[in-house]
C-alpha cells in the first residue's frame, strides 16, 4: 500500500469542506487557497468524490460543494475508495508472484500482510470525518490553554488556576487522542 497525494488531498480538502460548510456550499477555489492544494487538481478530486456520492455539487450565485451525507457518515476508508486509492497492502502479493513462490515464508508473509489489510480497512472504515473534525476542536481547545497559561499573571493564585486548566485540558487531549481508534486488537495468522 502506498497512500499517494491524490488520497492525502483528498481527505485534508473533505475535511476542509466539512469544517467549514456548515451547510452552505464551499467554493473549490476557497479550499484551494487554504489548503495550498491546486485548484486544477481540486477539479479532478472532487469530480471523483461527486461520482462516489461523498459531495454534492451546487450551482449558481453562492454554489460550490457540501458533503452528500453528514460528516459521521462518510469514512475515511469512503474517501480513499472515491479517488481510486488503492489500500491494500496485499494487492501486489497475489497473482503471478503466488503462481512462482510456493514456500512456506510465501504463505507466512502473504498471511501477514493480509491481515495487516484487514486491520488498515477496519481503522478506515471506523474512523469518520466527524471523529477527525472533533478531534481538531479537542485539540484547539488544548491549545488555547496552553496560550492563556503562556499569558498569565504571575500570581500564585492565577498559576495555580492555570495549572488545574492545563492539566484537564491535557486529560481532555489523552481522551481525544482517543477518540479516533482505541486499541487494535490482534488477528489470528
Do not use: W
Not at 462516489?52 to 474517501?79: C, F, H, N, W
Not at 484487514?118 to 478531534?135: A, C, F, N, P, W
Amino acid at each position: 500500500m502506498r497512500l499517494t497525494s491524490k488520497g492525502r488531498y483528498a481527505v485534508r480538502a473533505m475535511l476542509d469542506l466539512a469544517a467549514q460548510s456548515n451547510g452552505n456550499p464551499v467554493r473549490l477555489q476557497e479550499i484551494s487557497t487554504r489548503q495550498n492544494i491546486s485548484l486544477h487538481y481540486l477539479e479532478q478530486l472532487f469530480r471523483k468524490l461527486r461520482n462516489g456520492q461523498a459531495v454534492k455539487s451546487v450551482r449558481g450565485p453562492g454554489g460550490g460543494y457540501v458533503l452528500a451525507r453528514s460528516m459521521d457518515e462518510i469514512t475515511i476508508k469512503d474517501v480513499l475508495n472515491c479517488v481510486g486509492e488503492n489500500i491494500n497492502p496485499a494487492r501486489d502479493i497475489l497473482g503471478s508472484e503466488a503462481e512462482k513462490a510456493s514456500t512456506t515464508e510465501f504463505h507466512l508473509s502473504k498471511n501477514y500482510f493480509q491481515n495487516l489489510g484487514v486491520i488498515m480497512q477496519e481503522y478506515l472504515e471506523t474512523t469518520s470525518l466527524g471523529d477527525l473534525i472533533r478531534k481538531a476542536k479537542d485539540l484547539e481547545i488544548a491549545e488555547n490553554a496552553e496560550a492563556a497559561e503562556a499569558i498569565a499573571p504571575a500570581s500564585a493564585a492565577t498559576i495555580e488556576n492555570v495549572d488545574t486548566l492545563a492539566t484537564s485540558s491535557t486529560t481532555e487531549y489523552t481522551s481525544a487522542a482517543s477518540i479516533i481508534r482505541g486499541p487494535l486488537g490482534e488477528i489470528d495468522q
